[in-house]
């Protein structure tokens, strides 16, 4: 595969990683805003933001290291793999591309992180969906409510948000340590 081809994957993946990012600090602003009652801080978001590029950053940076190591077994290693993790040298040059855009991605990582422009569109555009959504539920909570089941829906319904507020705490607490 040659730079324009390697260019195009890490930019596939960079698309991939900043969706996963603007997820994560729009479940970070719901939670801090529907669980702990915390105020909207665009500079507490923007350094979340910069810590999640730097958590995937070091992630494929991890990815390349093992990479590394299961490239350097596969030297002399001929014949015909017995199961999906078994690599031979006919696998190499696939595991030295794989390793080449995890060096590449983290590094567009990282560059991501330090953009002021990127992390300010990113909490941006994370604070519109995480009002959406607050939006959302609460239009689906007036329904509920002039529904004949509706409060026991809307107890429900709170009930399912608490526990999955929870599990995002849960989760991220996880995650940082």
């Known amino acids: 595969m040659h730079a324009q ?12 990683a900043v969706a996963a990012v603007r997820q994560s600090v729009k479940n970070l602003l719901l ?34 290291e093992r990479l590394e190591q299961i490239i350097a077994r596969t030297r002399k290693r001929r014949g015909v793999a017995r199961h999906a993790a078994d690599y031979r040298a006919g696998d ?32 941006a555009t994370a604070r519109v969906q995480a009002l959406d959504e607050i939006s959302a539920a609460r239009a689906a909570t007036h329904r509920a409510e002039t529904s004949p089941l509706g409060e026991l829906d809307r107890m429900m319904a709170l009930s399912m948000l608490a526990e999955d507020l929870d599990r995002l705490h849960l989760r991220r607490m996880r995650e940082r340590t």
């Open 92 to 123: 190499r040059a696939q595991l030295q591309l794989r390793r080449d855009v995890s060096l590449a991605l983290a590094e567009r990582l990282r560059e991501c992180g330090g953009d002021e422009a990127v992390t300010r569109e990113i909490v």
């Open 31 to 64: 939670t801090r805003a529907l669980r702990d009652a915390e105020d909207f801080d665009a500079e507490w978001f923007a350094d979340a933001v910069r810590h999640e590029f730097e958590v995937l950053a070091a992630e494929k940076e991890a990815d390349a």
């Open 5 to 16: 081809q390697l260019a195009e994957v890490v930019d596939d993946a960079q698309l991939v």
